[in-house]
C-alpha cells in the first residue's frame, strides 16, 4: 500500500542521492586529481598510527578516478564492436536468459580489458620500484590557508542547518 509517508521518503532519498551526485562531480570537476590524492592522503594519514595504509587508500582511489574515462571509453567500444557484429540485438526486455547473456558478452572482455591493464601497471610500478609509502616525499607541501577556513565554516554550517532542519521536520 502506497502511503504519503513512504512516498516523501521516496523523495527525500532521490534529493540526497541527486544532491550527493552534484557534490561528487562539483568536486571532481573542480579539482584535480593529483590535489585530491594529497588530500586524501593527509585525511588518511592518523590511520597510519592504528596500522592502516593511508599512503595505498589514497594511491587506489587516485588510480580508480584516472582509469574511469579509460574504463568508460572501452566498454563503449566494446559495445560498438559487438553491435556491428549483431550481438546486442535482443527479442524481448523480459528474457533474464538473453538478459544475462548479453551482459556477459560485455563483461567479460571489459573484466579482460582491466586484468590486463592493472597487470601492466602493476609491472610498472615494480619496474619502478615503488614501494609504498616509506621514504616517499612529496613535491609539493600543502598549507592551511584563511580560504580554507571558510570553506570548512561554510561546510560546517551547511551541516548544521541540515541536521537542525532534519531534527526540526522528525515527528
Known sequence: MITWDGIRL?????????????????LTGTTTVSALT???????????????????????????????????????????????????????RWRILENARHMAALVVPLFAD???????MAIAMLARCYSGGRGRTSLSELRYRPAD???????LLVTGMVVLLRRLSLP
Open 114 to 120: 582491466v586484468y590486463r591493464r592493472s597487470e601492466e
Open 38 to 92: 594529497h588530500g586524501a592522503e593527509r585525511l588518511l594519514h592518523p590511520l597510519t598510527r592504528l596500522g592502516l595504509p593511508g599512503h595505498e587508500i589514497a594511491l587506489m582511489a587516485a588510480i580508480a578516478l584516472r582509469f574511469l574515462p579509460i574504463l568508460g571509453e572501452e566498454m563503449e567500444a566494446i559495445m560498438l564492436a559487438q553491435a556491428s557484429r549483431g550481438v546486442g540485438e535482443q527479442t524481448s
Open 10 to 26: 521516496v523523495v527525500v532519498s532521490l534529493i540526497r542521492f541527486a544532491s550527493l551526485l552534484l557534490v561528487i562531480s562539483l
Open 149 to 155: 577556513g571558510v570553506a570548512l565554516g561554510g561546510a
